[in-house]
């Protein structure tokens, strides 16, 4: 399944294969492989392979190399029996740029035209008869959102497998006739290739799995016969546009230029326009972050309710042992630093998701180009940056469809300052810590504000890193920057839906195995110290509260945070207070500091641990937040005050904690050199920024 990118053919795949369908990467590169299985009829089933969306065969990004390999059958895999070719109805005439190209591989093609909708909007007729007899292919109309052209869809590919339908004998334009002489010798080295075919075979033979005696053979060629790769290309573009013109005066009835503004149009003269576009943009990634707030209040204060409830129960019920201790203090506090915040990383993905579905997001990378252009990125640079509020991983692997080499490695060292899902539990427990619940004007929350200027201070950061990166890095090649613009649609609820409950899985499923491990690591090294350190501070409370029975409450929540001191996540995190120390973070933080360089989130589940194992019996029914909120120093100063939870956001926005980060900025720049110089920088930065924070406030 091949075609524009936007042009539907994710939702015909999703449309022909529904739950059976898989998610690879292509061997070697990072580029998703999605294949899936479908019922064609009652004696024919099929394997699809969507392959990444691309204009024409002249491939410039990764992904789009990886569609032309598969086409060009120099991937290794097998050779594809039928191509659907999906092209969108609206924009037909620089979509059979592309259809005209696959049909010259001599590969049996049916074409699905979709968008056949928004065609009818821009009061276009499109003659699939008429089309079908030109273009020498079935062509049928699809609407896989609804459903509508699947059955007829899957009549053509039946009648095409069984020969019905065959590769068109005429080409689409007279290849031959760009290079006649050097197409002739390649077909005599390979007399299975089209023309068409042999003109590739030509232009990027570099590219293919060919042995040195072949490749030499067709270097010759060229040489001997002066194949101008340019011109010849040039030329088909110009004999294929000439073509498809003809084609559209007699399949498609078009209306006069003067006709009026689609609703599209109208839209797009208020969301991009100059001034008011920008203000819009920032009205929009306000609510988005004030509705963290306001949609997921009342989940996450009943889970938090629940989880406290639980423990108490489990404390009360179950005998005193280490292992009750493990269960309510280990897994229980590690289950509950988990799902407390699921509410909000559903609720954020849906209205990303949301976004995407309607066509603004693409409307963000292209208000933002000129403003990236001035830092050394482009308007292409955005997607993956906004991809890093999700996760820093995929978001990161996104940046192949820059085709820039510098702006791609820029935008690769800043992506990780975006503040990703995995923040957004530090923050929100930090900022309701800190920051009081105030509304200004009624609606603006103070702690939605907080939030959404902590994610525009990573940005802003991001975008003067990518500033000073520019001059140090030299690579010289020409930038552009060409974006299409989707129409506005409305968003797909079940698509919304199942996004927001998938991403909830991967977050509970994926980070919280590692939460979980951590958790329990955590527990055994805050309830066990070397030597006899644990015994003599049991022993030397036990005189104390015999002697002082009165006292017992007290004593027992000395004693707990005496033993926590003692053990060997206490001795390791006062091994690193002084380092830290002057940025107002104490033992405990700095416990959670290495413990988080797994992954950020794990920052909720060590405090739930270190707080459960502390309060021991005593605290069972308070929530995490009302633990950390109590704390106190040695000198009976508060742990956590506007300074200190300050300074504590701040070095979370710029630091570098997140191993499986490192590792793919590795694997997609082929070198150490990047995530070391990428972990140096945010470290330094997030230390520095932090220490600024604390030291101006307290």
Known sequence: MVGNPNSGKSSLFNALTGLNQKVGNFPGVTVDKKTGSTVISDKISATIFDLPGTYS??????????????????????????????????????????????????????????????????????????????????????????????????????????????????????????????????????PHLSDYKAIHYLINHESFA?????????????????????????????????????????????????????????????????????????????????????????????????????????????????????????????????????PQIMILFGLITILEDTGYMARISFLSDKLMRKVG??????????????CAVPAIMSARSIENKKERLLTILITPLMSCSARLPVYTILISLVIPQKYFIGILSQRGLVMMGLYLLGLLMALLVSYIAKWFINIKEKSFFILELPIYRSPRWKNVVVTMVNKAKIFVIDAGKIIM????????????????????????????????????????????????????????????????KPLGFDWKIGIALITSFAAREVFVGTMATLYSVEGGDNAQEATLTQKMGSSIRPDGSKVYTLASGLSLMIFYVFAMQCMSTLAIVKRETRSWKWPIIQLIYMTGLAYLMSFITYQVLS
Not at 377 to 390: D, H, T, Y
Not at 545 to 573: C, D, H, V
Request: net charge neutral; no cysteine.
């Open 57 to 190: 065969l002249y491939p410039r990004r990764e992904d789009e190399w990886v569609a032309y390999r598969v086409l060009m059958q120099q991937d290794g895999g097998p050779a594809p029996d039928i191509i659907v070719l999906v092209a969108d109805a609206s924009n037909l005439k620089r979509n059979l740029l592309f259809a005209s190209q696959i049909i010259d591989l001599k590969v049996p093609v049916v074409l699905a035209l979709s968008m056949m909708d928004l065609a009818k909007q821009k009061e276009l007729v499109i003659d699939a008869v008429e089309l079908e007899r030109e273009l020498g292919v079935p062509v049928i109309a699809v609407n896989p959102r609804r459903g509508k052209g699947i059955q007829p869809l899957k009549k053509a590919i039946e009648q095409t497998a069984n020969e019905l339908y065959k590769a068109p004998l005429r080409d689409f334009i007279d290849n031959h006739a760009l290079a006649t002489q050097a197409i002739g010798s390649v077909k005599k080295l390979f």
């Open 210 to 342: 060919l042995d040195s005696t072949t490749q030499g053979k067709i270097e010759s060629i060229e040489a001997e016969h002066k194949f101008n790769h340019t011109k010849v290309q040039a030329e088909e573009i110009l004999q294929r546009y000439h073509r498809i013109g003809t084609i559209m005066k007699q399949s498609v009835s078009e209306p006069s230029p003067m006709q009026k503004k689609l609703y599209t149009d109208k839209l797009d003269d208020v969301l991009l326009h100059r001034r008011w576009g920008y203000l819009i943009l920032l009205a929009v990634l306000f609510l988005l972050f004030q509705s963290i707030f306001w949609l997921a209040e009342y989940p996450m204060n009943f889970i938090e309710w629940g989880f406290a409830k639980t423990s108490s129960f489990l404390n009360d019920t179950l005998p005193t042992s280490w292992l009750t201790n493990l269960l309510v203090n280990g897994i229980v506090a590690g289950l509950g630093g988990i799902l407390v915040f699921v």
């Open 377 to 390: 990125l482009n308007g292409k640079s955005v997607m993956p940056m906004i991809s890093g509020f999700a």
């Open 517 to 580: 491990i951590i958790s329990l690591v955590l527990w055994a090294l805050s309830s066990f110290g070397p030597g006899d350190r644990m015994e003599r501070v049991e022993l030397k409370y036990a005189q104390q509260i015999q002697q002082n029975p009165s006292q017992k409450a007290a004593l027992t929540t000395e004693r707990n945070a005496e033993l926590l001191q003692n053990s060997y996540a206490g001795i390791m995190g006062k091994s690193i207070e002084p380092v830290i």
